[in-house]
């Protein structure tokens, strides 16, 4: 079955850290684009991050630069990512998404 499976979301203080995977099973991220992305209950779903598969380059959404960081791990096969300096304006659900298929969301927190 091909699924991506998104973890590592909670609860947590303005100005701290959270780490979220995306596991793929069913398919490669060597072979395929993938990003974050989010919705809180006021929005529509955007894109966070996301990097190529080719070249390894990263797109930012500008009010999370500098402070979330994409990667992928191809051995893996997972993708994470590494989000610091947390604000409230950051709590949504958090999904992944790669050719179109998307994750089940995982919720993220930033309590003021």
């Known amino acids: 079955e091909v699924q991506l499976q998104a973890s590592g979301g909670g609860l947590v203080q303005t100005g701290g850290s959270l780490n979220l995977s995306c596991a793929a099973s069913?398919?490669?991220?060597?072979?395929?684009?993938i990003g974050w992305f989010r919705q809180d209950p006021r929005r529509e779903r955007d894109g966070v991050s996301c990097?190529?598969?080719?070249?390894?380059?990263?797109f930012y959404k500008e009010s999370v630069k500098g402070r979330f960081t994409i990667s992928i791990d191809k051995a893996k096969n997972t993708m994470t990512l590494q989000m610091n300096s947390l604000e409230p304006e950051d709590t949504a659900v958090y999904y992944c998404?790669?050719?179109?298929?998307w994750g089940q969301g995982t919720l993220v927190t930033v309590s003021s």
């Open positions: 069913g398919f490669s991220f060597a072979n395929y684009d």
């Open positions: 990097i190529s598969h080719t070249d390894g380059s990263t």
């Open positions: 998404n790669s050719d179109g298929l």
